[in-house]
């Protein structure tokens, strides 16, 4: 259990580092309940519920992306990546450990965004929250991976979006879809399917994006 | 990164190169008499559709092009996939020039399905196209392929972030389109039923023919521009040797 223990200490580092830090957590904060504010504007009156849950989906795929676009900079600035790949432990650890603190950070901004998202707008039924959660799995096994891919290049945060935002489209679909539709059962599926085959995907091929 | 072996001789990469058994005049040469062959089919022997008249033979052509696309994208992974594998040095290049055939072809499908929706359904972006949308977020993820791969410099690292990033591809190619005919059910409830053609005769002879002289035309494009990156490559290095 030596890579169950590998992982945990790395999550808990990005954690401890935020507490003490605190710059990832509160900046999403701020800018999901921002974005909300913009589409209460962006949403002329009269327009129905289901418009409303769909910019939510946007909401939590842009908030998302704010935190996943900084995941790993600091690793990067510091040189920690290099000590990292050169530890005697599984490179997919570093992704693991990393996708978990990510998931933490996503699912704390969530907290505070789905009751906001419910007084500002309307009531979101149970099979929408289950939705995000499984949607958060999603975004952070493939966010998680794909900011490890981002900051090994030069362009950076430029890149970050355009490389999350046509993998995190079947997620956008299942979750609006498991959001509006009377029978959600089929979507949650999906969004299950996506994260377990996405997670095998990036679990399997990290060690190529640090190691050389 | 300098491949240059100690002695100061020529760099080991000058010798990297596969022979293929198809010389490439040839190749282009057949792949010319096989789009001709497929045009004069698909314009004078194949029959008008009853439905939709003269302009369902764009019918030919887009799903051809659609299929050898997939060719492409499944081609360009599977080298990616031997790059990974096998650190075979040949593979890298070759992953980013069938991705990069795969986007031509693409573009394409986008292109003559535009065409053929505006001419049957007056629109020319219909989102209930399954196939049109799919090629859309597949265009839009590999247009990313190429600034990933252009924002890193040549070398092993780059090889990796391609090679893994074209797995990726093969991955969300289904998962996309399983998305996309799920988001029918709450997007467009109204699913347009082309009447199914009876797929037989000419139909199906034209169809064969079109669809194999676009995987030919696919394949000798591919090997043209390998050659082009090739001479590049080796160019670059003789530069490099005689500096």
Known sequence: MTYARDVGALARK??????????TLPAMLIFVVATFVVFHFALPSGSSDLAATGLLWVA???TALLGLGRAFVPEREQGVLDGLVLAPCD????????AIAMLVFLVAAEVVALPVFALFFHQLPWAAVVG???ADLGICTVGTFVGAMAVATRARDLLMPLLFLPLAIPLVIGGVGASVVSGPGRYLEFLALYDALFALLCWASFEYVVAE | MSRRSAS?????????GRTYRI???????FSAVLVTVAAVLVFFVAPNDADQGFSQRIFYFHVSIALTAYACFAAGAWKALVHLWKRDPRADL???VAVHQGVIFGSLVLMTGSIWAKISWGHWWLWSENQLVLFLVLFLFYAAYFMLRYSVDPGPQRANLSAVYALFGVVLIPVSFLAIRLAQHFIHPIVFTR????FGGWILVTYCVAQVAMLVLAYTLYRVELAGKRLDARLRELKEVLA
């Open chain 1, 14 to 23: 990005d954690l401890l580092l935020q507490l003490r830090a605190g710059d």
């Open chain 2, 8 to 16: 100061g001789d020529l760099p080991q990469s000058l010798e990297v």
């Open chain 2, 23 to 29: 010389p490439l005049p040839a190749l282009a040469a």
């Open chain 1, 132 to 134: 995000v959660v499984l």
């Open chain 2, 94 to 96: 070759e992953s980013y």
């Open chain 1, 91 to 98: 490179r997919s650890a570093i992704w693991l450990g990393k």
């Open chain 1, 60 to 62: 939590l795929v842009f």
């Open chain 2, 195 to 198: 009447h199914g053609p009876s």
